[in-house]
């Protein structure tokens, strides 16, 4: 196939993988004018996007609607139509097994699934977060079993993703795209697709250095953030307001950049990926000291907040055991419906252990079933509010009238600072 396919959007493309980060970017694509596959193996997201309905918050139902009516957006289950287009995408899942060691079954899967239909000129493009060598190590030699040789029959790079669920400032189009092929011919081919979509490309010198990239980003914030998780216990003991401390700090023009403490890390990337490059580095004979630490603390958080709840009900004379405590915010960041690996699970969890009535109200989040906890979200109403021992909020949606929720509580534990500057006796924080 001729490069000149991407610039003149002529190539037929697809994703692998229609989740968080493989919708938003078939979306892209399709409104840059190519014709767009989208494969996924839940048959219900499939039917859902060909129908014009968008699972993921960021990505609208008109926007999809708009790229499916006019053919330039297709989702099937059925990956033979891979024989059929010029580059594909692979969005899939990269977790953690209980071990913590790094589950790359969900690549292997669409990796076999393309080798099946790789054919000369095809471009092939890994999107998932995982460890330095993945594409090198793993997926290069599945494709190369084919008989076709790389830079030469076909193309594969590795592309970072750094969507932000619910920032609508940096979207997949304008955050810029870092992308490092297994040859320089390889490189051009990814540069060039991906110039045809989004606003900036960041070629680096090989696939090794784009994985790397991406664990640097997320490891530079993991670590930074158990070090402020740690200052707030620190300061905790000390009867000192953290919040108020970082404030400050970030007043200095250079050299230091706020990092927020909360009830711990959740979501599908900054608790999941430092531990994907630990792991790495353990395969080298190296220890990745920082990771390690970072995790610990920032996995004792949830421990901590329930410690938290404890010594707030104690001060007005009640044991959790019997308490009624209404958690504000699930979803594991502000204004997002994603609850992955979200602390107020562990919380709720370890609340109920203890004995507490524990409900909680999400606006995005109306049940929480699939992670098996068998509550509802209930209405954010004064007298659900009042009738609340305590109430602990762990995620601020920025829909969420906190004023008024701190006016009809009797207390409340606040872990994300959205009760910044008020000062009333029935506030504790974190
Ligand atoms: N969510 C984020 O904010 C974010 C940001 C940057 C990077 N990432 C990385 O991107 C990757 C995807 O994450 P996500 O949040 O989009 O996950 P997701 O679970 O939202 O989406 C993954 C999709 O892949 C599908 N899938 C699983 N196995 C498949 C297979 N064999 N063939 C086809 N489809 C399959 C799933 O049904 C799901 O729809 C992960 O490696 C993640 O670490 C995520």
């Not at 997201?45 to 999809?64: M, Q």
């Not at 979200?342 to 009535?357: K, M, Q």
Request: aromatic share 6%; hydrophobic share 45%.
């Amino acid at each position: 196939m001729s490069i000149d396919r991407f610039k003149d959007q002529t190539a037929r493309v697809g994703v692998i993988g229609l989740g968080y980060v493989g919708l938003p970017l078939a979306v892209e694509f399709a409104q840059a004018g190519y014709r767009v596959t989208g494969f996924d193996v839940v048959e219900e997201k499939v039917s859902g996007i060909n129908a014009g309905r968008s699972h993921i918050k960021d990505v609208s139902s008109e926007a999809l609607a708009e790229v499916v009516k006019a053919g330039r957006l297709i989702a099937t289950t059925e990956f033979k139509e891979l024989a059929e287009l010029d580059s594909v995408n692979i969005c899939v899942p990269t977790p953690l097994r209980k071990t913590k060691d790094p589950d790359v079954s969900y690549i292997v899967a669409a990796v076999e699934k393309i080798a099946r239909h790789l054919h000369p000129g095809m471009l092939v493009l890994l999107e998932s977060t995982t460890y330095p060598g993945t594409t090198n190590e793993l997926i290069l030699p599945m494709l190369e079993a084919t008989g076709l040789e790389v830079g030469k029959d076909f193309f594969l790079a590795f592309s970072p993703e750094r969507v932000d669920p619910g920032n609508s400032r940096f979207t997949t189009r304008n955050i810029p795209k870092v992308v490092g092929g297994m040859t320089p011919a390889c490189t051009e081919h990814a540069a060039a697709l991906y110039a045809s979509a989004l606003e900036t490309v960041v070629p680096v010198s090989s696939t090794r250095v784009a994985e790397m990239v991406k664990l640097l980003e997320n490891t530079f914030r993991s670590v930074n953030i158990g070090l402020v998780n740690e200052l707030a216990l620190m300061c905790d003991s000390m009867g000192i307001d953290v919040w108020e401390v970082i404030d400050a700090a970030a007043t200095k023009p250079f050299g230091f950049m706020p990092f927020y403490p909360g009830p711990g890390l959740g979501g599908h990337c900054i608790p999941i990926d430092p531990f994907y490059l630990s792991w790495k580095a353990r395969q080298v004979g190296f220890e990745a000291r920082f990771i390690e630490l970072a995790g610990q603390i920032n996995s004792f958080m949830p421990r901590h907040v329930v410690a938290k709840v404890t010594e707030a009900l104690n001060e007005v004379e009640k044991a959790v055991r019997g308490s009624s405590v209404l958690v504000i915010g699930v979803a594991y960041k502000n204004d997002i419906d994603d609850v992955r690996e979200s602390p107020a699970l562990d919380i709720i969890n370890e609340l109920v252990e203890l004995g507490g009535n524990v409900s909680y109200h999400d606006p995005y989040v109306p049940d929480l079933a699939g992670e098996g906890i068998a509550l509802r979200s209930t209405p954010l109403t004064d007298d659900t509010v009042a009738a609340a021992d305590l109430v602990l909020i762990t995620t601020r949606h920025d829909v969420v009238d906190y004023d008024r929720i701190l006016e009809r509580a009797r207390v409340v534990l606040d872990t994300r600072n959205v009760l910044k500057g008020r000062r009333s006796p029935k506030i504790r924080r974190l």
